[in-house]
Nanobody, 116 residues
Framework: QVQLVESGGGSVQAGDFLRLSCVVS????????MGWFRQVPGKEREFVAA????????YYEESVKGRFTISRDNAKNTVYLQMNSLKSEDTAVYYC?????????WGQGTQVTVSS
């Protein structure tokens, strides 16, 4: 059973930073493409950032480019999202995603609230 557990969310002021972590257990972490998504009430979940299983490719949603950085530590089965220069519009529940061969796996989410 693959499980993803996020942590690192919180309430901050605009301009501050946070680092989200997602620990994956029960699967072959170094074979998963990993990503972060976010969702606000009443809206669909949206893509934020992703990294290929080999860590050679990264992808970002346009509004977070230059502010957010995704990284992974295969020795710790962990993916990170460093979020700098946070804005009020970054407020959302952030979800970790692992893309396996036949299906995606999701964490339970961690709340990020940015006050302006």
């Amino acid at each position: 059973q693959v499980q993803l557990v996020e942590s690192g969310g919180g309430s901050v002021q605009a301009g501050d930073f946070l680092r989200l972590s997602c620990v994956v257990s029960g699967g072959t972490f170094n074979r998963y493409g990993m990503g972060w998504f976010r969702q606000v009430p009443g809206k669909e979940r949206e893509f934020v950032a992703a990294m290929s299983w080999s860590a050679t490719n990264t992808y970002y949603e346009e509004s977070v480019k230059g502010r957010f950085t995704i990284s992974r530590d295969n020795a710790k089965n962990t993916v990170y999202l460093q979020m700098n220069s946070l804005k009020s519009e970054d407020t959302a529940v952030y979800y970790c995603n692992a893309r396996g061969v036949s299906r995606d796996y999701w964490g339970q989410g961690t709340q990020v609230t940015v006050s302006s």
